[in-house]
């Protein structure tokens, strides 16, 4: 069956999603969130998707595959 695709809203709701649950649990062990670096990795994932990180914060992404990841490095 085919694959659900999420819209560029989802993506930016989920990563904020995350960050929160980030924060608080460093909260609860008494640590800095700002320490902490989220790092999303994508596998078989289209160039033009990874660009809608865009305006998440994220400015590190990492590639499951390095044949794939030569291609997405600009």
Do not use: F, M
Request: hydrophobic share 45%; net charge neutral; glycine share 8%.
């Amino acid at each position: 069956h085919p694959a659900i695709v999420p819209s560029q809203a989802d993506l930016h709701a989920n990563v904020r999603a995350v960050q929160e649950r980030i924060a608080a649990a460093a909260r609860r062990v008494d640590r800095d969130p700002g320490e902490i670096r989220l790092v999303p990795v994508s596998k078989t994932v289209h160039d033009a998707r990874i660009g809608w990180l865009a305006g998440t914060g994220l400015d590190l992404v990492g590639e499951n595959k390095v044949q794939e990841a030569l291609g997405k490095a600009d």
